[in-house]
């Protein structure tokens, strides 16, 4: 197996720093982010129909109907030939049970499940000081990584915005619901073999060459591939 056909699901509860793994970890073995936070987030902002149907539910901090999810995620795995990472799916037992169908049918496997903990009351800080950039999806955060201009992206020079969502009262409801619906998912998964966990509270550095001590094992550990 090459590092380009991997499949990885990240999870992790809001804030444990799956959107910046995702995006060390893509960049490194090249490949495709699929987050679908940031793809509902698309949507509302071109206010397309799904964008229309989904506003409300991300404003109130609860999740997406499994069904509109599962459609979503259907279409853009069907759109990739490469290896992918996901980011924020599945959150219920319902879509982690539509995606091993969906691996099933094609014939194909995740080859790794990679839990990133973190301790609740560390997230409240991360998301008041989470900024995101609309227009490139990069994230910064004013505590542990500001943007070189204050308020500004780095990367594309664009303003700066903290997300609707991660408001005190917004970012407690998300992860009341990340206990009910989302953690149980690791009890799910971890009966099986692909099944890891780094500390999500470490570092970004340090959490990047944790999950990257996985990945190169596991690459290694079937055909002697390790990447840089
Ligand atoms: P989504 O966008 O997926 O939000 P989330 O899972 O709540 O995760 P976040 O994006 O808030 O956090 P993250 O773990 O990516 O952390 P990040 O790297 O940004 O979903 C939003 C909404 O969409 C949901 O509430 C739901 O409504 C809907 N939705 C999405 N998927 C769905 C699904 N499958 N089913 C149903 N509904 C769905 O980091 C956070 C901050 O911490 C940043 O500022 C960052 O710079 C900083 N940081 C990161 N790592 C570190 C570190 N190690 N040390 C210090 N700071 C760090």
Not at 100 to 124: C, F, Q, S, T, Y
Not at 195 to 210: H, I, K, M, R, Y
Request: one cysteine or more; hydrophobic letters at 40%; glycine letters at 12%.
């Amino acid at each position: 197996m090459s590092a380009a056909n991997l499949r990885i699901v990240l999870l992790g509860c809001p804030g444990a720093g799956k959107g910046t793994q995702a995006s060390a970890l893509c960049g490194r073995y090249g490949l495709a982010h699929v987050a679908t936070g940031d793809l509902f987030r698309a949507e509302v902002a071109a206010k397309t129909a799904l964008g229309l149907k989904v506003s409300d539910y991300m404003k109130r901090g609860v999740l997406v109907p499994d069904e509109t999810v599962n459609e979503m995620v259907a279409g853009k795995l069907g759109s990739l030939s490469g290896g992918w990472l996901l980011d924020g799916f599945p959150r219920t037992l319902s879509q982690a049970q539509e995606l091993d169908k969906a691996m099933k049918a094609g014939g194909g496997r995740i080859d790794l499940i990679l839990n990133l903990r973190m301790p609740p009351e560390e997230v409240v800080r991360r998301m008041a000081g989470r900024r995101s950039c609309p227009a490139c999806g990069e994230v910064y955060n004013i505590e542990s990584r500001p943007p070189k201009i204050e308020g500004k992206c780095d990367k594309c020079a664009g303003p700066l915005l903290q997300r609707e969502d991660d408001k005190d009262a917004t970012v407690r409801k998300r992860l009341m619901v990340y206990e009910d619906l989302t953690r149980p998912l690791a009890a799910y998964y971890r009966s099986e073999g692909a099944f890891e966990e780094v500390d999500g509270s470490l570092p970004a550095d340090e959490v990047t060459q944790g999950a990257a001590r996985i990945i190169d094992r596991l690459l290694a550990g079937r055909s002697g591939f390790s990447a840089g």
